[in-house]
């Protein structure tokens, strides 16, 4: 069985400050990751997704995230947020990406950035 | 090109009614996806069709939610009766072929309140 965990459900940051958002996973086998953000009153939008290769991957709206797989964490980072970043933002993980079943998400980690 | 459309955004019921859920995928898209987010909490997978069949519907919880697809366009999920537990959001997803989790496009959202 996979669980998802994100430890942080709130995370308040400044506008051009760094944020790292934890993403922690446990599975007994290979997985692919994914990162999800909702801004308010939107369907979730996939940010950026490791499938193989390199294990820093890099998505839209300048956020990136590292595989790391003797930690089992993907943690997402962007250098220098703004106020328009500000969204809940959920970690996936899927042991085989054919199925929709196989999608499990962390509890989501909402980011609030403050002028 | 329009995206997944839900109808209600918000429901408010009273234990016992029922409630229908309605899902507007994209067009052309063969794939709808029906996922719950309860209290905050992980985001979890109901049932997935492929067009008006239901390819699985494993994460259904019990037989008071039922799931149609008629014509293999438009699906609704209705909640009959309903309990206190069944409150939450309701997402629907759709994606043009199933060989990827995440090619899934979100809908907003359907936010379910039962009193």
């Known amino acids: 069985a996979q669980s998802v965990t994100q430890l942080d459900s709130q995370v308040p940051v400044f506008e051009e400050a760094p944020v790292e958002l934890r993403c922690n996973y446990s599975?007994?086998?290979?997985?692919?990751l994914f990162w999800y953000v909702q801004y308010p009153n939107q369907g979730l939008q996939l940010l950026l997704k490791y499938l193989s290769g390199s294990t820093l991957v890099k998505g839209i709206n300048g956020f990136e995230a590292e595989f790391n797989k003797s930690q089992t964490s993907f943690h997402l980072r962007k250098p220098s947020v703004h106020i328009s970043d500000t969204a809940e933002y959920f970690c996936?993980?899927?042991?085989?990406?054919?199925?929709?079943?196989?999608?499990?998400f962390g509890s989501g980690t909402q980011l609030t950035v403050l002028p | 090109e329009a995206g997944v459309t839900q109808f209600p955004s918000h429901s408010v019921i009273e234990k016992g009614q029922t409630v229908t859920l309605r899902c507007d995928p994209i067009?052309?898209?063969?794939?709808l996806y029906w996922y719950r987010r309860v209290m905050g909490k992980e985001i979890k997978f109901l049932l997935h069709?492929?067009?008006?069949?239901?390819?699985?519907e494993s994460g259904m919880p019990n037989n008071r939610f039922l799931a149609e697809r008629t014509g293999g366009t438009y699906s609704t999920l209705k909640v009959q009766p309903a309990e206190l537990e069944d409150s939450g959001v309701y997402f629907c997803?759709?994606?043009?072929?199933?060989?990827?989790?995440?090619?899934?496009?979100f809908g907003p959202g359907t936010r379910l309140t039962v009193t």
């Open positions: 996936a993980v899927s042991d085989r990406p054919g199925s929709a079943r196989q999608l499990t």
């Open positions: 067009s052309g898209h063969d794939n």
């Open positions: 069709f492929v067009k008006e069949s239901k390819q699985d």
């Open positions: 599975s007994s086998v290979s997985v692919y």
């Open positions: 997803a759709s994606s043009q072929d199933s060989a990827g989790a995440w090619k899934q496009y």
